[in-house]
């Protein structure tokens, strides 16, 4: 596929989903999350892992609040991403510390001191789409998929089951696949992937 009908795919399906998921009354989406949330948790990887990296939540996405705060009381090192020169920095966080809002509209920390990427057990990764192989469609800027190409973290996608599709999402080669989706109804392993994990 040339990169200009990638990139046009990539548009349709950002925008479908993306309406799809705008449409869930907030109450939906709150409660759905906490459903998320439990099966992210639920991972072995997770439940080993002394540091995570998660995402400040925007929009219509999976609420992340009550993660971050679980995580943190538990005595994992937290560490949300903050864009610098146009590349993704993971930052040291703890719930209140003082955050400045986005271009996209998410909160990423002011003060917090970077953290060596190598040290990052399990990423939490958001997007619009995924399908059953990993593939995934963001929001655009290919910041997580520079970020994560020589990470050896397990990465995990949080979305709501509606955001996974069943046919294959357009990929182009620098394009990363996810280790595992969940989802307030499945936990789905991604078969075949070759792991950036040790887990």
Known sequence: MKSSELKRA???TRRAVLDDRDALPAEV??????????????LPQVQRAK????????????PTGSLIRRLHERGVVIALPRIE?????????????PTSTTSFG??????????D???????AVPGVAFDRGGSRVGYGGGYYDRFLRNL?????A?????????????????DLPVQAIVTEDETIRVANLNSRSTA
């Open 51 to 62: 540091t995570v990296m998660l995402f400040s939540h925007f929009g219509s996405e999976v």
């Open 152 to 156: 050896p973290a397990y990465t995990v």
């Open 106 to 115: 998410a909160q990423e920390p002011i003060d917090g001191t970077p953290l």
């Open 117 to 123: 990427p190598a040290s990052i057990d399990v990423v």
């Open 10 to 12: 990539k548009r349709r």
């Open 29 to 42: 989406r709150e409660e759905r999350g906490e459903r998320v949330v439990e099966r992210f948790l639920e």
């Open 158 to 174: 949080m979305a709501f089951s509606l955001q996974v599709v069943e046919e294959a999402l357009p990929a182009g080669r620098f």
């Open 85 to 97: 020169e146009g590349h993704l920095v993971p930052v040291g966080y703890a719930p209140g510390d």
